[in-house]
């Protein structure tokens, strides 16, 4: 089988309060089951009673936690995931992801939102390995600083993952994933001074709405991988068109009642 792996910012901003209504919770179900994903990495989510929510809406076997990133962040931002438990499990010790911050680097370097690091193994017969995924969302505003930031996902912190070794001796396919407010392009430019050229970030598709107008406008939602370690690995990204499968073409409706941003898919076969 293949195993689909979801992102979405669901742009807190927009939500005053955790009711968040039926028309939210039930995009979230429709887009899980029509797209078939095993795992969904969520942004901007502020609690985990959010996430506890979200579940009490998906079928029981569906599991999901929060993680909040550390001091010296912007804002309360933080992450979730949620895994369809027959198909992946988070195989960690404390069997839940963590915000990750052991990484060795210069305070101008550190990450103002650590990412949110989950470790997730196939259920039963799968295949023998595990998808480290590093959940992010990157400080918006300055080329200079999101450089920095893109550089330091896709170089030190993304090899600190991938390099590791655990007591079931699984080989790692590890992706970074989220919101970059970095353009797919721009983050590809960056040097072996500032990242690791091997990891390249896929999904140019354009995936944050128009303030005022219909339409999209900026590509700030990408996955990242190891693309020499993992060039035999097929896979495909994809923009799901949100808007209008789900809200008939409405932009404004979208925007009020679930995010300015659609999700995207990574496919690994």
């Not at 060795?104 to 939102?113: F, I």
Request: aromatic share 14%; with cysteine; glycine share 8%.
């Amino acid at each position: 089988m293949s195993y689909r792996i979801g992102s979405l910012n669901i742009s807190k901003r927009n939500h005053k309060s955790m009711d968040y209504g039926r028309d939210f919770f039930g995009f979230i179900y429709e887009v899980i089951a029509d797209e078939g994903f095993v795992i969904f990495a969520l942004q901007e989510v502020l609690k985990q009673a959010e996430v506890t929510r979200l579940l009490t809406k998906l079928p029981k076997w569906w599991r999901g936690f929060y993680g909040r990133p550390t001091a010296g962040t912007l804002g309360d931002y933080g992450f979730a995931y949620l895994w369809d438990t027959r198909f992946v499990v988070e195989c960690s010790k404390q069997r839940e992801p963590r915000i990750f911050t052991e990484y060795k680097q210069s305070v101008d370097l550190r990450m103002d939102r650590n990412p949110y690091y989950g470790r997730f193994t196939p259920e039963g017969y799968g295949p023998f390995y595990e998808f480290r995924l590093l959940n992010i969302h990157l400080r918006p505003g300055g080329i200079v600083q999101s450089r920095k930031e893109c550089g330091l996902m896709t170089g030190l912190i993304h090899d600190a993952i991938d390099g590791r070794r655990y007591g079931n001796n699984r080989p790692a396919f590890t992706v970074v994933l989220g919101d970059y407010n970095y353009s797919c392009d721009d983050c590809n430019s960056i040097t072996s001074e500032d990242g690791n050229p091997n990891v390249i970030t896929i999904q140019k598709e354009l995936t944050t709405l128009k303030k005022e107008e219909d339409g999209y406008a900026s590509s700030y939602d990408h996955f990242s991988y190891n693309s020499i370690k993992h060039a035999t690995v097929p896979y495909h990204v994809s923009r799901i068109e949100a808007v209008r499968k789900y809200f008939q073409g409405n932009y404004k409706k979208y925007k009020e009642l679930v995010s300015d941003h659609v999700p995207i898919k990574l496919e690994i076969f």
